[in-house]
């Protein structure tokens, strides 16, 4: 008797759940409005790589406590955005049913699926992935996710909001002088960056929150687990990159790479090499900065700041903020 009235529930919701997008009108039959979904672009973190972001990802499904049922709605869905009419548009248009209750989970970009062993399971609200860092550190990208919760109610025409996080750590290296003990002709160039010892591969669970008493949410929840393998990333600059006094304009350096959030022992053997010269100095020096007991977070940019005084390079001190689109000096891939 249960399946079967689970059978006769859903051929009754089929003609609501799957319409041809060329008729977005509400079914007024059963009460339900169209699904539509828009971004926060006012959130720093709506947008990745200061490129236009027009597109992403879409996993959802619609419960019913009383009647036990849980269906799977939209499964790796794309969402792009028209300019022409101005709206986040998808392949069949959804409709939303009074008392359910749904689930969503959006991810950008797309290519982030087709990464090496980056098999993806969407099982009961839940998006888990496998992402590998690729051996070119130039070719890592910049992953972005939103997640939703909501329960219907009749007559509602609020759209999807959907607040995008960053899912890796920025790590970033910016040097500046000492004016104190330097003289304005002191030239320090870069030769050569290197993160040694960092975790490849890891499995990203993504889950929208509980229902809050407003019936909604968009908190991201999310997990890392299974750390795989190790990677040392080395950017060696053709061209040494050079730190000039400028006056009050002392940092005009910023090189930075993207890393899985991970934890780091003392025993990791995880370091920072900085290779640079000072002045006309023809052999590399090395700044070794060891990561013992430090911990990089999802979506917190890391800057190790150093000082360049009479003694050479030092490090100073490391700043960790949460990392927005004012870094625009840094650029991702995102395809």
């Not at 099982?123 to 690729?134: A, M, R, T």
């Not at 899985?260 to 370091?271: D, I, R, T, V």
């Not at 023809?282 to 990561?291: A, N, R």
């Amino acid at each position: 008797m249960h399946l079967r009235y689970i059978y006769s529930l859903l051929i009754s919701f089929a003609p609501c759940l799957f319409v041809s997008c060329a008729d977005a009108e509400p079914d007024d039959s059963l009460g339900g409005k169209e699904m539509r979904f828009s971004v926060r672009t006012g959130d720093g973190a709506s947008r990745a790589n200061n490129v236009s972001f027009n597109s992403f990802s879409i996993f959802a499904d619609m419960k019913r406590d009383d009647a036990h049922n849980n269906m799977l709605m939209m499964e790796n869905a794309p969402v792009t955005f028209n300019q022409t009419s101005d709206r986040w548009e998808y392949g069949v248009t959804q409709y939303w049913i009074p008392n359910f209750e749904y689930s969503f989970v959006a991810l950008t970009p797309g290519s982030v699926f087709y990464e090496p062993n980056a098999n993806k399971v969407y099982l009961g609200s839940q998006l888990s992935f496998i992402y590998s860092l690729p051996d070119d550190y130039t070719r890592i990208t910049d992953i972005l996710a939103a997640t939703h919760r909501r329960r219907y109610t009749d007559g509602e025409t609020v759209p999807v909001m959907l607040n995008f996080h960053h899912l890796l750590s920025r790590i970033n290296v910016a040097p500046k002088f000492d004016d104190n003990e330097l003289n304005n002709s002191d030239i320090l160039k870069f030769h050569r960056l290197e993160i040694t010892n960092v975790a490849r591969k890891a499995t990203f669970t993504l889950a929208p929150a509980p229902l809050q008493t407003g019936d909604r949410t968009d908190d991201c929840l999310f997990d890392i687990s299974r750390y795989e393998g190790k990677v040392n990333y080395t950017a060696v600059f053709n061209t040494p990159v050079q730190l000039i006094n400028h006056g009050d304009s002392k940092l005009v350096f910023d090189q930075g790479m993207l890393m899985l959030p991970q934890e780091f022992a003392e025993e990791s053997g995880c370091c920072i090499i900085l290779s640079y010269t000072i002045n006309d100095d023809v052999e590399q020096s090395l700044l070794t900065i060891p990561l013992d007991n430090i911990r990089w977070d999802s979506g917190m940019s890391y800057t190790f700041n150093f000082i360049f005084d009479k003694m050479g390079l030092k490090m100073q001190t490391l700043t960790i903020t949460p990392w927005t689109d004012i870094e625009k000096d840094f650029t991702f891939n995102i395809e």
